[in-house]
């Protein structure tokens, strides 16, 4: 059994856009909320909550939907047509009402952008169930997680072209003001391309009906842990489908309350501008992409779950080792570039595992209603993270930060040790043979 390659890719520029985003408005929106709209954190946090908020509604409901779908375009290309083009004509707007208020502030303008920033969370929150569900529609169960493996990488490039032209466009004092209007501008360019690659180069009716066609002639690839019927989970799979979930809150509580506030934190607490505290993203993000399609391999070896477990391991020390750091110099050191390489290198090991974990669990025709339910325990972590991370650096310190992640973190790694389905394990081709492509 091969995994096509060439396909996987093709269906990974949907989560390249998506990440691509993603990244922009966890590093931008705090920023731009707190240094030029003069918000506090923990109001901040709570606004950066709101994707998640919304996330927790609109994510199984489209991707519930989208396994509905009859169109000729397939059940997942049309929203993520809409979701993309909507969200790039909604995001244009928020740097210019930015520079507008810069120059000019009003409270008329920080309710335009509020309001602009929700319909934006909206558009984006239409697609992105579709768009994951795209690549457990053309994959053999068997082959996900070094699908996802892939897909993980591709949304890792859309995330370190933003971070690599941060880091060389805004280079200027933390203390200066620079419009991000050009950040917006290229960003929209990559979700735009990343667009035409689906519409253009992934036909997805097709796809589908040879994934369908390959499960047909093996059944025995396609054993799903649900019951016949599909309708009702054994208790035992229930039991760790819900530990799973608990899990996949506990590392997001943890992981999402760094992103979400590290660029603030690099500023205050080390005094670097926002292309020296986005490249400490950026080695982070490089760790991961050098792991995914090891860390795929690996969990084809050893099982997702433990490559999971030793993920959360290596991350909740690794954020605990930052904390140390941190209390004993209050000055950056190249140093820490160590630990943001481990960082990454954790990430993919979750990251590649999890939802392939999740969708393992449930029958064909419920992939987008299961990815759904990956996204909503993980968007309603992160609706708490930015508020509570946010009320810890505003009213106890910005030390709290690093050990607030590890805490959390390390939680998941105890509720991983009672899962004890979705680890499907197939022996991992070696090498080059990792890349080879099945027409």
């Known amino acids: ?49 709101s994707d998640n908020i919304l996330a927790l509604f609109l994510l199984p409901l489209f991707g519930g939907l989208s396994d509905k779908c009859t169109s000729g375009l397939g059940r997942r290309r049309p929203f993520i047509l ?60 068997p082959l996900r997680s070094k699908a996802n493996a892939i897909i993980n990488l591709m949304g890792a490039l859309g995330g370190i072209i933003y971070l690599i032209i941060t880091t060389f466009l805004y280079k200027t004092s933390a203390d200066v003001y620079v419009s991000y209007l050009p950040l917006f501008l290229i960003v ?40 016949e ?15 799973l979930l608990a899990s996949i809150a506990l590392w997001f509580i943890g992981y999402n309350g760094i992103t979400t506030w590290f660029s603030v934190y690099a500023a205050q607490s080390w005094n670097m501008t926002l292309g020296q505290a986005n490249t400490c993203l950026t080695i982070a993000t490089a760790g991961a992409i050098v ?89 309603t972590a992160q609706i708490m993270t930015p508020i509570v991370a946010g009320w810890l650096l505003e009213n106890v310190g910005y030390k709290t930060l690093f050990p607030y992640a590890a805490i959390f973190v390390f939680g998941s790694f105890l509720t991983m040790g009672f899962v004890r389905h979705g680890d499907n394990k197939v022996e991992a081709r070696k090498g080059l043979e990792a890349f080879d492509i099945e027409d």
């Open 291 to 379: 792991s995914y399609i090891p860390v795929g391999n690996a969990a084809s070896k050893i099982g997702r779950r433990k490559t999971i477990r030793f993920g959360t391991l290596l991350l909740s020390g690794s954020f605990a080792a930052a904390f140390v750091y941190t209390m004993l110099s209050n000055r950056f050191s190249p140093v820490l570039y160590i630990l943001f390489v481990l960082v990454g290198v954790a990430w993919a090991s979750i990251n590649v595992n999890s939802l392939p974990m999740v969708v393992e669990m449930c029958k064909g025709s419920e992939v987008g209603k299961f990815t759904g339910l990956y996204y909503t325990f993980s968007m």
């Open 1 to 49: 059994m091969k995994l096509n390659t060439n396909r996987t890719i093709l269906v990974g520029f949907a989560f390249l856009s998506i990440c691509a985003f993603w990244q922009m408005y966890d590093n931008l929106v705090p920023k731009i909320l707190t240094e030029t709209f003069g918000i506090g954190e923990s109001i901040s946090g709570v606004i950066m909550a």
């Open 188 to 227: 929209g360019g990559i979700m735009l391309t990343a667009l035409a690659v689906i519409m253009f180069l992934v036909n997805e009716p097709k796809l589908v009906a040879q994934q369908k066609a390959y499960e047909d002639a093996h059944p025995e690839d396609n054993l799903t842990q649900a019951t």
């Open 82 to 141: 809409f979701g993309t083009l909507a969200s790039v004509a909604l995001m244009m707007a928020l740097p210019l009402l930015t520079d507008s208020y810069h120059a000019a502030p009003a409270m008329w303008k920080t309710v335009c952008f509020i309001i602009t920033l929700g319909l934006l969370l909206i558009a984006m929150g239409t697609y992105r169930s579709p768009a994951v569900a795209l690549m457990p529609d053309v994959t053999p169960k």
């Open 229 to 243: 019927t599909g309708d009702v989970l054994p208790a035992d799979v229930k039991k760790s489908l819900a530990f």
